[in-house]
């Protein structure tokens, strides 16, 4: 298996993924075969899956990169910034920055579009979420600076921020203006970050 870190993996996995992505909001995503996606690549099958380990990855390629800048977020914030205001500022700069993960880029409704019109595709969205969850929840178990409850404050988190995102990607389908979305998608994430923190702030105080 190549290594999906060095230089030459990770443009074959790039063109993999750019080479899907055009077939999938061409076509559809469940009418694209893994073999035509590699034989429009110029790879084999068996590459296409040891850079992927499922069809529905070659269009959410950035899910890795989703759980790195988790990670980070995390591990290089202050010390004295709580994990969900660290986690709050960098959703916020996100969304400033109209970066392709806020779901606030340009041009980015025929791959929502994609992504609506496929069960497997809504599937693997919601075990994404599940995955996330699971780095957030690790990542505050490890951190010596942590004292609240891991796995809820995972859950919670990644509940605040789904739900913001879902309405945002119907106000980007409905054709609203992207100013207006973008507006909104600050306010609700500032809304559901503070609700969050205040909920969770009084109940590490109550338990400690």
């Not at 920055?97 to 994609?114: A, C, I, K, M, Q």
Request: glycine residues 6%.
């Amino acid at each position: 298996m190549p290594n999906r870190g060095d230089r030459g993996g990770a443009q074959t996995r790039a063109r993999i993924a750019s080479v899907a992505t055009q077939l999938f909001l061409e076509r559809g995503f469940d009418d694209v075969t893994i073999n035509e996606v590699a034989a429009a690549a110029g790879v084999s099958k068996v590459t296409v899956f040891a850079h992927f380990d499922r069809k529905e990855d070659l269009l959410f390629d950035r899910f890795p990169e989703a759980l790195d800048t988790v990670r980070t977020v995390l591990r290089e914030r202050a010390d004295d910034l709580d994990p969900v205001e660290a986690m709050r500022r960098a959703a916020l700069a996100l969304a400033t920055e109209r970066h392709v993960l806020s779901g606030l880029g340009e041009g980015v409704e025929p791959f929502l579009r994609t992504v609506m019109a496929s069960p497997a595709l809504i599937a693997r969205l919601r075990l994404f979420a599940s995955e996330m969850e699971e780095t957030l929840a690790a990542e505050l178990d490890a951190d010596t600076r942590f004292s609240g409850d891991s796995t809820l404050t995972a859950a919670l988190l990644v509940a605040a921020y789904r739900t913001v995102a879902v309405d945002t990607v119907k106000r980007r389908l409905a054709g609203a203006d992207l100013d207006e979305v973008g507006a909104a998608h600050r306010r609700r994430l500032t809304l559901a970050f503070d609700t969050l923190a205040g909920g969770l702030n009084r109940a590490w105080r109550a338990g400690s």
